[in-house]
């Protein structure tokens, strides 16, 4: 069974025969023999996954790497977390995915069309299945917990994850974007409810 | 069942009160009125309203007093309510600083929120604001801050900030002046490595450094620069427009 191991800012991917899938050209060196080939938007999900994406307009480019070795893996030194799934279910920003093992299935989740204007975190990949994932965040995550009756808001642009049984909604609850001449900041804001837990970054992309 | 992520959760009770959460996040126990600067939100807990700073100053007068130019309005909302409000800064590492009836002077960009208790005032030096007052506020920087007494000189990029001393003057390398001025003025552009030009700081205070800077855009030092090439006459202004087309064109 592969097994991956965050150092800081890179990822080792230990390979035993088997195969990872990695964040295309995330690959900075690899020791042992292992084949690096496309694997296509997504990789899986099928041609229903490749139309949502293609509709959400979120696309996740990954490669699988296979052999015997050590890969390492890192993009534009960001912090990797390894993240360990039990046949659970995690939600993640699809550009913040650096590796996943064999044994999880990646989908995309669509937020639906009212996101199409922000452009950020109406369609997130969701992880399922056991194995191992890793991801990316620009600076430490900071874990924020959603409660009943205590939902969080937070900045599309730092949302990296999310765990548990959580609501997502778009609010523009920012009143300033109707102010003529004063655009700016954040015009939508994602507001989460329910159970679970959300993971951000402390930098906006 | 999900593991690896060994950070802490926090809630709206257990985030810092007023702390940072980390070096590139801080949490501000809100309760009444913050400013901050437009997208320095990043997560919140409770019922904060974000309005822009006209719209508030025309419900609550004070407002107006508390920003001496209206050239940064723009740039600023005013955060009401109650609850716990996160404060980030593109990865920057973030600080609070307290003014106990001082004054602060500090690069624009780089300040990020402040209490109602100060002023926020344009200062002499472009891209940078005065705050006078006592309060809180927060600043970012790229990378931790480095503190400096004058007497000191300062490379512009780096400057940070400085606090009850006097405003800089510029300062050129001896060196580098001697061939200017033999060589001709109209060399001065083109020449310049950048570090020929520094920040020169006399008097008692403090000078707040970075230890790198990212040119950033900033809308209203962009406004002051083109509210000063009113002093221009038409010829200057239009060699001044083909000099910018051409830097444009350039990068």
Redesign the interface.
Known sequence: MAVLTADKRVLHADLQGDSVRAASGSMVAYTGKVEFKSAGMGGGGGFRAALKQRVAGESISLMTCSGAGRVYLAQDAMDV????????R?TVESDHILAVTDGLQLDVQFAGLRGMTSGQGLATTTVTGTG?VAIMS????????V?PG??????PD?YVAG?GQTQMSLVS????RS?I??D???PFSLRFEGNG????????R | MISGIDTTVYDARTLPANDNVNAYSFSIDLNGEWFTSKGAMIAYYGNIDFSAVSAYASRASWVAARFASPLYAQEWVVASGRGKLVIGDRGNDINSYDLGDGNLTIKQTNLLAFETGLELKQSIVPGFVTLIGTGKFLASSNGPVIFVEPPFRADPEALLGWADCPSPSHHYDYNWMAHSLMSGVQMLFGRESGEERQYDFTGKGTVLLQSSEVQRHDPALLRIVEAQTQMLDAHSAGQLGHKLVARSQQA
């Open positions: 977390t390894v993240v360990q799934l039990q046949n659970d995690l191992q620009e600076g430490p995550l900071i874990a924020l917990a409660t205590e939902p969080l808001v937070v900045d730092v765990t609850g920012v009143s300033w102010v001449g004063e700016g900041g954040e837990t959300v993971y951000i970054q402390p930098a906006e």
